[in-house]
């Protein structure tokens, strides 16, 4: 078990292979403070979603250690882990429901009221009050009447609801137009606030809000430090 952490990450020598191929990551050593965010930058293939997924613990390491406040992550169950962390991968999770239950997912208990605050702060509220039946839209499979943007606002709000102590986000490249962009700049600086993030980040405006960039190639970081720096 793992009592709320307060998220410090340090990756130890990571190395990593998928199925015994060629090693992706190779010695990969750094070390993230509580509440500082991180924008993973690189060439497509370089490993940054592998590093994410590490951090989730969708796989295991070969060799060395993933530390949270201290803890190595492979030796606490992977549902205390899950309950510290927000993870947004590219494509949103929707389901069939209506908006709001696909806000309150896994946390079951959660009050309209929390639902509508946690909507306002990442910029969703306006775009579900204008649809139909507001909160109680009906979305179909896979949120086939949601725009890309939409779905990211809605898993924006199911995420700050569940108030991880970490947040890892696989940016979608997919393009969206500058009002959306702006609500989901908006949506993410509140979610960051107070949060370990790790963002593979592809918009410059995302990148620039980071406290940290991180630039993967090679099987390794080779720059690390903030927008200004580098
Ligand atoms: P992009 O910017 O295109 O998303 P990325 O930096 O996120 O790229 P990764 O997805 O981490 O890159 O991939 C790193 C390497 O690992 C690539 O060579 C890729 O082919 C390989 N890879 C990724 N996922 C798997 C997988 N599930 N099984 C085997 N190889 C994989
Ligand atoms: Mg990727």
Redesign the pocket.
């Known amino acids: 078990e793992m009592p709320k952490v307060v998220g410090e990450v340090t990756f130890e020598n990571v190395s990593f292979s998928?199925?015994k191929?060629k090693e992706?990551l190779h010695n990969v050593s750094f070390s993230v403070k509580p509440g500082e965010s991180v924008a993973l930058v690189?060439p497509?293939?370089?490993?940054?979603?592998?590093i994410v997924s590490l951090i989730s613990r969708f796989y295991n390491v070969d060799s060395g250690r993933i530390l949270i406040d201290g803890q190595d992550i492979s030796k606490v169950t992977l549902q205390s882990l899950r309950s510290q962390m927000g993870i947004m991968l590219q494509d949103s999770f929707i389901f069939s429901g209506t908006i709001e239950d696909n806000i309150r997912y896994g946390k079951l208990d959660a009050t309209e009221v929390e639902i509508r605050r946690a909507s306002k702060t990442v910029c969703a509220h306006s775009f579900i009050k204008g649809m139909q039946d507001g909160y109680r839209t009906e979305v179909k499979e896979r949120g086939a009447l949601l725009s890309q943007g939409q779905k990211q606002l809605i898993s924006f709000a199911r995420t700050l609801l569940s108030d991880p102590s970490i947040l890892v986000l696989d940016e979608a490249t997919s393009s969206i137009d500058v009002q959306t962009e702006k609500a989901l700049q908006q949506g993410l600086d509140a979610m960051l606030t107070g949060r370990t993030s790790f963002i593979?980040a592809h918009r410059l405006s995302t990148i620039t809000k980071c406290d940290k960039i991180m630039y993967?190639n090679d099987g390794g970081i080779t720059e690390c430090g903030s927008h200004d720096e580098l």
């Not at 497509?44 to 592998?50: C, D, E, H, P, R």
């Open positions: 998928y199925e191929g992706i690189g497509t293939g370089a490993g940054k979603s592998t593979i993967i």
